[in-house]
Structure formats: C-alpha cells, structure tokens
C-alpha cells in the first residue's frame, strides 16, 4: 500500500511485541510516536470501527460515544476482522474496510511508527503521509492525563 502510493517510510523487523510499551522499546523510540489502532465494535449497530490514537494514551470512550453516538467495545478477536492478531493491526482502517478516527495528538509528532500487520514488523514514516494516504477523521478521542 505504501509503496503503490509512493511513500517514503522505514521498515524494521524486531522480535515479536504485542503492547505498545514492547514495541517503543524495540524501535527505541517515544511511546508516544506509536500509532496504536484499536479495533472497535459499536454497541448498538454492530459495526467495527479502527480508532488510532498515540500509544502512550488510552481511549476516551465518553468521548467515543459523543462522537459517535453510541458506546465502544473491544473487538473479542481483531483477527476475525482485520486478518491481524491483537498487537500487530495498523492504523490503515480503509485497508481492512473499517472507518478510521484519528487523534488529533498524533500530530505532535513528524514521523509516526506503526505495526505492518505483524508482531516482527514497524513502519516509521511522516505523520503527513499517513494523513494523505488514510484519510482518517482526525478527532479528540484520548483520555487527557
């Protein structure tokens, strides 16, 4: 997906990491550049949704529902609809079928680092980029600590 857009973007493989703590340690970098993406499913309609957010901050899901008009819960196995084990799902909802909402702290960084759809796997590239390439709704959905 990248390549065929003409991204410019780091790659790396590491030993496998499932929390984002693992995967800052690994890359060696801020948690909070971390893209983590969290598949969603909606209460009342059933529909699964990719919230990505940096990975040193946890979902509001107070803020969630004003947004969205219903409450959030964890997907029981994101690889059910993803086709990526918990852990490894990037933030590219528009590649697996799900709407992308984005926090707007992401921007705080120039570059982003991301899982590429495996526990082995990282991306580094411009937050930029990802904007351009995912289009995602960029929304205040983080817990302010």
Known sequence: MLDTAGVVYELSHHAPVITSE????VRGVDM??????LVMRTDKTKQYVLFVLP??????KKKVKVLIGESVSFA????TVTGC????VPPFGSALGLTTYCDQRLADNL????NAGSLTDSVKMKYEDY???ERPK??????VP
């Open 138 to 143: 960029v929304v205040d959905i983080a817990e």
């Open 85 to 88: 084990v918990r852990g490894s």
């Open 55 to 60: 990975a040193d901050l946890r979902l509001d």
């Open 111 to 114: 570059k982003i680092n991301l």
């Open 131 to 133: 904007l351009a390439l």
């Open 32 to 37: 909070h550049t971390g893209a983590k993406a």
């Open 22 to 25: 693992e995967a800052s340690r």
């Open 76 to 79: 029981d196995d994101p690889a």
